[in-house]
């Protein structure tokens, strides 16, 4: 699947790649039912006695850019995070399990997704039962540690463009890329075999710099209809669009694995330039081999994470704690966080956030005039956010 940028440069009608869910999306995904739901929280409070009994983030299906019926993914990671934990804090401490399977989809809603996700928690732990392909893998390497099992796999980061030779469908902007790579050493290689033609026909007797011209007119004559389909601005729109993938997977790789800067370049040069087609898998092994230091899943965390993921049809985005906490509970607080769907007050009053001692009886008749709208005014704070 696509993982276009947002905007012209992926030749599309919005920014949700070649699928344009930003105009009619709800023909390509449509939300999880009431007893899909169920089983697959069933299924997530096992995971996470599994795993610990630390919170449980389901992110699946088609990662969704701006636009998207319901929201972007990282609007609707904001929006769960939110009513689960309530405002981030400046240094949380919290670890935050994600089961991950999707296609893939804009590079920027994957990279805001990770970035969102790091406001909640100090430690983000990414399983990976099935697949994280294209940009979804930006996700994969964001993560403080990564767990596949030994049929998941990740995919290269190339951005996929409009194909110039057919619009209707796409291809990778490292193909359009490279030919121009292609066209050079055709052109050199052209050129030295035709030298080497003129050299035995004429037996040596032609003087070098006749040879020469005359070579390099052919060659010239060869290259020049495949560099007259070029044009420079789409030459650059085609690296602008790789180095958007390798520099996300950079800032990632550094901020979550404490990798240090050079060992980071090289694995996300690796995943933008140095595989042969999109859809190459790349496995636990050869993402440990790459340097990304998977760890294996168990079996028993791996077939509560696949049935939480195979309940849902391709076409189906499900973004939610699947841990057992009703995220419209209000669970006693944890790091420091407001409680779940709570948002905490203005920055004047955010000291009295602490449980206050029990106030004394008011006088008759005003604690009904006064308490109601107290009341009344904290849902409509804890929802304002939601509609990001």
């Known amino acids: ?29 449509r939300e999880i039912d009431p007893g899909q739901r169920m089983a697959i929280r069933a299924a997530g409070r096992e995971f996470a006695r599994l795993t610990g009994g630390d919170p449980c983030l389901l992110l699946i299906g088609r990662i969704l850019g701006d636009g998207a019926p319901g929201g972007s993914t990282e609007q609707r990671v904001q929006k769960s995070c939110q009513q689960r934990f309530g405002f981030p804090t400046p240094e949380p401490e919290r670890t935050i399990n994600v089961i991950l399977d999707s296609t893939g989809g804009p ?13 909640y928690a100090g430690k983000v732990n990414m399983y990976v039962p099935r697949r994280a ?14 767990f596949m099992s030994p049929f998941g796999e990740l995919g290269p980061l190339d951005t996929q463009i409009r194909d110039p030779r057919n619009p209707t469908d796409y291809i990778s902007a490292l193909d359009c890329y490279q030919s121009v790579d292609y066209v050079r050493e055709f052109g050199f290689s052209t050129l030295s075999q035709a030298l080497k033609q003129l050299a035995t026909v004429t037996q040596g007797k032609l003087l070098l710099s006749d040879s020469l011209n005359a070579a390099a007119q052919f060659a010239i004559g060869s290259i020049n209809p495949m560099l007259s389909q070029t044009r420079s601005l789409d030459f650059g729109a085609w690296g602008r669009s790789l180095k958007m993938g390798e520099r996300y997977a950079q800032i990632l790789l550094s901020r979550a694995g404490q990798i240090e800067q050079g060992k980071a370049e090289r694995i996300s040069s690796r995943l933008v330039y140095g595989y042969t087609h999109h859809l190459f898998p790349i496995d636990i092994n050869e993402a440990a081999e790459m340097g990304l230091n998977p760890e294996e899943m168990s079996e028993e965390t791996y077939r509560q994470s696949i049935s939480m993921v195979e309940s849902c049809d391709d076409n189906q985005v499900c973004i939610e704690f699947v841990d057992g906490r009703d995220q419209h509970e209000q669970p006693a607080e944890r790091n420091g966080d407001s409680a779940a769907g709570e948002l905490p007050e203005t920055s004047a ?5 602490a ?8 006088p008759a008749g005003a604690s009904a005039k006064t308490a109601a709208p107290a009341q009344a005014a904290a849902p409509a704070e804890a929802a304002a956010p939601a509609e990001t």
């Open 107 to 119: 590079l920027d809603s994957a990279f805001r997704t990770v970035l969102y996700l790091s406001r």
């Open 1 to 29: 699947m696509t993982i276009s940028a947002d905007g012209p440069i992926a030749g599309t009608n919005g920014p949700n790649g070649g699928l344009g869910l930003a105009n009619g999306g709800s023909h390509y995904f």
């Open 349 to 353: 009053s955010a000291p009295a956030a």
């Open 355 to 362: 449980p206050a001692p029990a106030a004394a009886p008011a």
């Open 133 to 146: 392909k294209s940009a979804s893998t930006l996700i994969a390497v964001g993560a403080s540690k990564l």
